[in-house]
Structure formats: structure tokens, C-alpha cells
């Protein structure tokens, strides 16, 4: 049964989501519904599936498949967040060649971006929260880490695999 409902999860989370960082909110929804994991566990595998190559999306399912249920949960939600999105892409390559000159479309997609800012927003607020504080209590050396993060990023063009680096020996010795 659980395979059942880790796959239905994952159908729901590709069909309803665009990829990248607007499948957290969807994934957080899903795993703390249904009891599979706490939203700091979510969190962890969400960096975890960052610093890793491939999709997010994809990453998430796959490490969020293994911890609820193993190896054959991890195939069910790679398999359930990938069909719906080879389903609608087959679905959108045939619409769009049909109807690629339509004002309809135009106006569909013009408003379906900001809701993603939305959505993508609202994924950086519950981030931060869930990584910067402890029962409601600033974490100040984990607010450092990410405040120097950004500044190396942005003034001395650090790599992200430098700054992942830099972050976690950071995290081991300031927060421990």
C-alpha cells in the first residue's frame, strides 16, 4: 500500500509543479502529510539533492522513495514524478505545434509565471525558517553561513561546489 501512495504522491507532485525548487512546498505537503518524514528531514534531503548532479525533483524523489520504503520506493517515486512530466510534455509538443500562433496561449503562459515567483518565494520563506531558526530563536552561525555564503557568491564569484564545501566545514565546527 505504501508503494501505492509514495507513487500517487509523486504523480501529484509532477503534475502539479514545474520542476526545480517549486516541487518543495508540493513535497513538504506530501511527506509531513502522510507521516513519512518531519520537515527537517525534507529539508535535508532537499540539500542533499541540491549537491547532487541531476534534477531536483528527481533527486527528491529518488532519496525520499528510499527513505519511506527502500529501493523499490525509491523506483515508484522516480516513476511517479517522471510520468506525469513525459505525459504533459507529449501533450504540450503536440498543442503547441497546433496552436503555436494563438493569443490563447500567450495569455495562459503570461500568467502562469508569476504564480511560479510565488511559488518559489514562498519555498525561500520556509526554507529559511526551517533552516535558520530553532523554536522560533535565531541560529546565528547558521544565519553567518548563509549571509557569507551570499556575499561570496556575489562579490567573489566562489564556485557552488567551493561554497558547499566552505558551508559544511563552517556547519561542522560553528553549529555542530
Known sequence: MVYLELFWSFVKIGFTSFGGISMIPLINHEMVGHGWMTLEEVA???????MTPG??????????GMRVAGLPGSLVTVFGVLSPTFTVCLAAAIAFEKFKNSKFLTNLLTGI???????????????AISN????????WPAVFIGVLGIILLDRFKFTVPKLIVLSAALGLVLVR
Open 44 to 50: 535535508d534531503i532537499v540539500a542533499i539533492a541540491e
Open 55 to 64: 534534477p531536483l525533483g528527481l533527486n527528491c524523489a529518488t532519496f525520499a
Open 113 to 127: 509565471r508569476p504564480m511560479c515567483l510565488g511559488m518559489i518565494a514562498s519555498v525561500i520563506l520556509s526554507q
Open 132 to 139: 535558520y531558526t530553532d523554536a522560533g530563536s535565531p541560529v
